[in-house]
């Protein structure tokens, strides 16, 4: 069974519909034993850094996530939710976020050329940076995936997986042994997306 972790900001009814395409048994919840007994951990999000960083501490489900991603669990953070996977983010201040892979979060004004639109909202092609990850393996160097964001991932060279390009080559997923985070929303993005979210199911601890 997959947990999605439901702290009140993410698009969980897509992620739920998904998980049920490719046949595999997934629950939002803020059930901290359920999320316990759960094979693999999603995070989803949508939104602003700060609220959700709030709202998963203050639940105590911050706590919960990390501890399970430390015993080996598998963790795939999606948009909002791979960002919270990082130490800090920079959306209108500073603030805290889960530590689970080194880098911070910034906006994508400051790496961009003027004149393009932002959020980034589209299809992009991901460039694999590494060929051998277990996230890729049922798609192709190449394939296109769905964006919405502003902000990006950066300081974590040893953790990118795959960037996309929109005037600047941006972080697109990472991972770090059992954490795993997309920038894009492969619920969102076909079946590439749903090949992405198959690997991740075939994933064990």
Known sequence: MIAI??????????LVSSFSAIGEDAVATSDVDLIKKADKIVLPGVGAFEDASKKLFESGLADVVIEQANSGKPLLGICLGMQLLFE???????????????GQIKPIADVIP????????????LK?????????????????????????????????????EYGANLTASVESGNVYGCQFHPEKSGAVGLNILKAFCQMEK
């Open 128 to 164: 694999f940076k590494k060929k051998d990850s277990k996230l890729f393996k049922n798609i192709n160097d190449g394939d296109y995936v769905y964006f919405v964001h502003s902000y990006y991932a950066t300081g974590c060279d040893e953790s990118v997986n795959a960037t996309a």
């Open 88 to 102: 800090k983010s920079f959306e209108y201040g500073e603030h805290k976020g889960l530590g689970l892979i080194k």
């Open 114 to 125: 003027k004149g393009y639109k932002i959020p980034h909202i589209g299809w992009n092609a």
């Open 5 to 14: 972790v439901d702290y009140g900001v993410g698009n969980l009814f897509s």
